[in-house]
């Protein structure tokens, strides 16, 4: 079990879902996708996105390494969409020959840059010579407050409690959740990597891919966070 499997319930008790449907038929119009079309879904989570695409496109594979969020998705029931429990960077999609990859919601930096390489290279590889990557991220340059700091947020019982600090753009998030009482039920504590635009330009290019455009979407509230949209093509091979 990962922190991911711990948190899914805080993680996914915002505006994340809803943001996700909203964004599905944006993505698949901007991407000019069809009916015919497969979409791979690497770090699906839940599968929010995965769910709202499968409605527009002939088929969805997501893929997520945490098993709580595979068995949210495959209870879902919906055929047209493959759930994979695995590796992103490391699960075989060769072959797949999907017409788009979405990676959303801050889903690289976990691991740093070179497993984020990995990572890409591996979508690639699972791509339609013409296909297009979307990668959703947190830039640093989306973060107000470069210095270290420390934030904290409680949700409604005040049970659930976020810390951050930014520290050489690494950010450092602490998580916990405890009872009445103040004991802690559980905790959680991860560090993620804040690319520049330019340095994720670079990421995209060491894996084999062009970027074509950087944007951000406006679709209401992103989230906890202001969102960087990369899109890219994949290099002729050689
Ligand atoms: C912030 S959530 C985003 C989920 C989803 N993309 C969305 O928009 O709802 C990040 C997800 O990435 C998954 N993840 C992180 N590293 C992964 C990897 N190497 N392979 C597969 N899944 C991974 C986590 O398990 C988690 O569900």
Known sequence: MTWFDDFADEMYGGSRPGVARTLAPVLINRLGLTANSIVLDLCCGRGHFSMAASDLVGRVVAVDSALTMIDFLRAQGQPSITAILGDAATEDLRGLNAD???????????????????????????????????????????????????????????????????????????????????????????????????????????????????????????????????????????
């Not at 679709?219 to 091979?237: C, E, N, V």
């Open 100 to 238: 788009a990859c979405v990676i959303l919601w801050n889903s690289l930096g976990y691991a740093g840059r070179e497993s984020d390489v990995g990572l890409l290279k591996n979508a690639r590889s699972a791509l339609a010579p013409d296909a297009r990557l979307v990668v959703e991220l947190r830039l640093l340059e989306d973060i107000d407050d470069l210095s270290p700091r420390a934030t904290a947020e409680r949700r409604e019982s005040g049970s659930f409690v976020r810390g951050r600090s930014v520290s050489k753009q690494w950010m450092h998030t602490v998580w916990s959740v405890t009872d009445p009482s103040g004991k802690i039920l559980k905790r959680a504590e991860f560090d993620q990597y804040l690319y520049t635009a330019d340095e994720f330009r670079e990421v995209l290019h060491d894996a084999g891919f062009v970027p074509d455009a950087v944007e951000r979407l406006s679709i209401g509230d992103l989230g906890q966070a202001q969102s960087t949209f990369f899109f890219a093509r994949p290099k002729p091979l050689d």
